[in-house]
């Protein structure tokens, strides 16, 4: 893998993060709800009794958002790479379709890990992360695309 192609595959997933990012915070600003991954990541984080500093959960919270991201992407690349799904929008959608079933998995399976559950809209917070991952999958698309 060359220095472009790991440039391609950083500069996508940091900007697919980010712009899934703020969708969900303008939704959950909207819907006056937390909706805020990072914000619930820090929660889990919180009820897991890592014995480390709030402000060092918070950060790590926000790493780990990045980190999820760059794997997704890193996924999308290997998919397109090898040929599997072409580069398009329809393939952006459906991979933001499947990443956004496998957020819903995920978010499920955190939430039954920690003894006590957020208090937020879950069929919202479900529905809002869907479209927040296709969102994510198009915009990957639309900045890896750029570096071709």
Do not use: C
């Not at 009820?47 to 480390?52: E, S």
């Not at 459906?94 to 890990?113: A, C, K, Q, T």
Request: cysteine-free; aromatic content about 16%; proline content about 3%.
């Amino acid at each position: 893998m060359n220095f472009h192609i790991i440039l391609q595959i950083l500069i996508s997933s940091i900007a697919a993060t980010s712009v899934m990012t703020l969708f969900s915070y303008a939704v959950s600003a909207s819907a006056r709800e937390l909706y805020k991954e990072p914000v619930l990541l820090t929660y889990v984080l919180s009820h897991l009794h890592l014995k480390i500093s709030p402000n060092l959960k918070n950060i790590l919270a926000w790493v780990l958002h990045y980190i999820i991201g760059l794997l997704f992407v890193i996924g999308y690349h290997f998919l397109w790479y090898n040929e599997f799904l072409e580069i398009s929008w329809a393939a952006s959608i459906l991979l933001g379709v499947i990443s956004g079933i496998i957020g819903i998995i995920s978010w499920v399976i955190l939430f039954e890990i920690v003894p006590q559950k957020p208090n937020i809209d879950f069929k919202g917070y479900y529905i809002q992360l869907f479209v927040a991952h296709v969102i994510f999958g198009v915009v990957a698309f639309l900045v890896y695309k750029l570096f071709l």
